[in-house]
Antibody
Framework: EVQLVESGGGLVQPGGSLRLSCAAS????????MNWVRQAPGKGLEWVSA????????YYADSVKGRFTISRDNSKNTLYLQMNSLRAEDTAVYYC?????????WGKGTTVTVSS | DIVMTQSPDSLAVSLGERATINCKSS????????????LAWYQQKPGQPPKLLIY???TRESGVPDRFSGSGSGTDFTLTISSLQAEDVAVYYC??????????FGQGTKLEIK
């Protein structure tokens, strides 16, 4: 079964850091680009970051550029999102998603709350 | 960045009737070399992650009921539910994946039963 499981969310103070992980199974992880998408409470979907299958190419939304870093470990079938200098507006459910034609597999999400 | 604008923001349709959601992109998402529109539609129910319904603007994802269809090209796209069922109540999003450095979603359309 194709599956993505996020972890690493939690409560963090403004200015703090957090690293999210996404464990993949059921498909050849290294063959696919991967994404992080977030959803603030009661709001719509916001694409955050993408990384190529090899990990060579990475892309970021303007709202997180310079603060977030996407990476992957293909030997561990795991995607990461390192989040630094967190702000209240980063509070959201963070989903990882596999890119096929569109984003065809999504995890259940992990919640990040930035608050003092 | 490519801006995706959906209309309407919310929609109420009677059971068994047709529901139509529109999506407009600020620039074409049609890639001329392969004649594919880099446009997807998602359904999201409360407390659940999004679910891919349609990709390449009109290709139905495996397992998606055939009452869901996508159409359009270039900058104007439509998601149609031919006969609304109770389980179709959800928020629907379009998304462009033409610009690989910045995928963007529409703001969402909330679909309810009239």
């Amino acid at each position: 079964e194709v599956q993505l499981v996020e972890s690493g969310g939690g409560l963090v103070q403004p200015g703090g850091s957090l690293r999210l992980s996404c464990a993949a199974s059921g498909f050849t992880f290294s063959s696919y680009a991967m994404n992080w998408v977030r959803q603030a409470p009661g709001k719509g979907l916001e694409w955050v970051s993408a990384i190529s299958g090899t990990g060579i190419s990475a892309y970021y939304a303007d709202s997180v550029k310079g603060r977030f870093t996407i990476s992957r470990d293909n030997s561990k079938n795991t995607l990461y999102l390192q989040m630094n200098s967190l702000r209240a507006e980063d509070t959201a459910v963070y989903y990882c998603a596999k890119k096929g034609g569109g984003m065809d597999v999504w995890g259940k999400g992990t919640t990040v709350t930035v608050s003092s | 960045d490519i801006v995706m604008t959906q209309s309407p923001d919310s929609l109420a349709v009677s059971l068994g009737e047709r529901a139509t959601i529109n999506c407009k992109s600020s620039q074409s998402v049609l890639y001329s070399s392969n004649n594919k529109n880099y446009l997807a539609w998602y359904q999201q129910k409360p407390g659940q992650p999004p679910k891919l319904l349609i990709y390449w603007a009109s290709t139905r994802e495996s397992g998606v009921p055939d009452r869901f269809s996508g159409s359009g090209s270039g900058t104007d796209f439509t998601l149609t539910i031919s006969s609304l069922q109770a389980e179709d109540v959800a928020v629907y999003y379009c998304q462009q994946y033409y610009n690989t450095s910045s995928y963007t979603f529409g703001q969402g359309t909330k679909l309810e039963i009239k």
